[in-house]
């Protein structure tokens, strides 16, 4: 077992294929139980791997300070990273829809570096954007095949209502931007990607978001095509080895992080459990408050990589 673990952190395309395979099995889960398993299930990875790759942002940060300053760096850090979070609840509190934008765009360039990050050639203006549409892409996506049950939770944290169909318009323009500026780094020989495979990976994406439901359909894509190789970046970078020693370092590092987060949303949950609406709002606007300073930071890491 811990063999085939270390096997499928060390081989990036090996590593994908299995993403395929989990994929599959878990477009076969989808199919055979029914939307409130499927949450449930989607509940258990985000909490753990999905809240795991993003809670050694601290440690990433003071990966390059010295002994006799770590302490300072970690509050300063800290502080930074509190900051940031209090800044958008700030926004999303004043006005929510465009805090909701700029909260799907930096995802988006976040999803989409840290998919295309190994097969740029050349960093550049452009190759920026292609992140950026490409995440996008993923996410209107998913807006898209869940059209009626996105609208509401939309409006329920914007107070702003959109049409359905908006989203099928959304993800049209995204999907068109992603394929011409793909098509103009591939001839400018900028980009070192297997165009079929890219767009293979496009299709059973969508198959997977029109199958699932709305949470599993999500967990599926953050957990194992994004989380997964975000994590192995990490390792890479914070101990400049991807194995099982490795992994091990970096769950014990970020553990207590992981916790404090765990403990947050349950005072949260507890809270605000007996009001669905507010609870749903107030989890989604602290998920994507805390999500801008680790996007922030796996940036830079990208940039050092």
Same mark, same amino acid.
């Given at each position: 077992?811990?063999?085939?673990?270390?096997?499928?952190?060390?081989?990036? !395309?090996?590593?994908?294929?299995?993403?395929?395979?989990? #994929?599959?099995?878990?477009?076969?889960?989808?199919? !055979?139980?029914?939307?409130?398993?499927?949450?449930?299930?989607?509940?258990?990875?985000?909490?753990?791997?999905?809240?795991?790759?993003?809670?050694?942002?601290?440690?990433?940060?003071?990966?390059?300070?010295?002994?006799?300053?770590?302490?300072?760096?970690?509050?300063?850090?800290?502080?930074?990273?509190?900051?940031?979070?209090?800044?958008?609840?700030?926004?999303?509190?004043?006005?929510?829809?465009?805090?909701?934008?700029?909260?799907?765009?930096?995802?988006?360039?976040?999803?989409?570096?840290?998919?295309? =990050?190994?097969?740029?050639? =050349? #960093?550049?203006?452009?190759? !920026?954007?292609? +992140?950026?549409?490409?995440?996008?892409?993923?996410?209107?996506?998913?807006?898209?095949?869940?059209?009626?049950?996105?609208?509401?939770?939309?409006?329920?944290?914007?107070?702003?209502?959109?049409?359905?169909?908006?989203?099928?318009?959304?993800?049209?323009?995204?999907?068109?931007? #992603?394929?011409?500026?793909?098509?103009?780094?591939?001839?400018?020989? !900028?980009?070192?990607?297997?165009?079929?495979?890219?767009?293979? +990976?496009?299709?059973?994406?969508? &198959?997977?978001?029109?199958?699932?439901?709305?949470?599993?359909?999500?967990?599926?894509?953050?957990?194992?095509?994004?989380?997964?190789?975000?994590?192995?970046?990490?390792?890479?970078?914070?101990?400049?080895?991807?194995?099982? =020693?490795?992994?091990?370092? +970096? &769950?014990?590092?970020?553990?207590?992080?992981?916790?404090?987060? %765990?403990?947050?949303?349950?005072?949260? +949950?507890?809270?605000?459990?007996?009001?669905?609406?507010?609870?749903?709002?107030?989890?989604?606007?602290?998920?994507?408050?805390?999500?801008?300073?680790? %996007?922030?930071?796996?940036?830079?890491?990208?940039?050092?990589?």
């Amino acid at each position: 077992m811990f063999n085939f673990i270390e096997n499928f952190l060390n081989k990036t !395309n090996g590593m994908k294929n299995w993403i395929l395979v989990g #994929t599959f099995f878990c477009l076969w889960l989808a199919t !055979n139980f029914s939307s409130s398993i499927q949450s449930y299930f989607a509940y258990t990875l985000i909490l753990t791997f999905g809240i795991l790759h993003g809670a050694n942002d601290i440690n990433i940060m003071l990966r390059e300070s010295s002994a006799s300053t770590k302490k300072k760096a970690f509050w300063k850090n800290l502080g930074l990273y509190l900051i940031t979070i209090a800044l958008i609840l700030g926004l999303f509190l004043v006005h929510p829809l465009s805090a909701l934008a700029l909260f799907v765009l930096f995802s988006g360039f976040h999803f989409g570096e840290q998919h295309f =990050k190994k097969k740029i050639l =050349k #960093t550049s203006l452009w190759a !920026n954007a292609l +992140y950026t549409l490409y995440g996008t892409t993923i996410l209107t996506m998913i807006f898209f095949a869940k059209a009626q049950e996105v609208a509401p939770i939309i409006a329920q944290l914007t107070h702003t209502q959109i049409a359905p169909s908006l989203f099928e318009y959304a993800f049209l323009f995204f999907l068109t931007a #992603t394929g011409l500026l793909y098509a103009t780094l591939y001839m400018q020989k !900028n980009i070192n990607a297997h165009t079929i495979k890219e767009a293979f +990976y496009l299709v059973v994406l969508f &198959v997977v978001f029109k199958t699932a439901n709305l949470l599993w359909g999500f967990c599926i894509y953050f957990v194992l095509w994004h989380s997964v190789g975000s994590i192995r970046d990490q390792l890479q970078f914070l101990y400049g080895k991807v194995d099982l =020693k490795a992994l091990k370092r +970096y &769950v014990k590092a970020c553990f207590p992080y992981w916790l404090v987060s %765990i403990l947050a949303l349950a005072v949260v +949950y507890h809270f605000f459990r007996h009001n669905d609406t507010l609870l749903i709002s107030v989890l989604l606007y602290t998920l994507a408050a805390i999500t801008f300073p680790h %996007i922030i930071v796996m940036s830079r890491l990208e940039k050092k990589s």
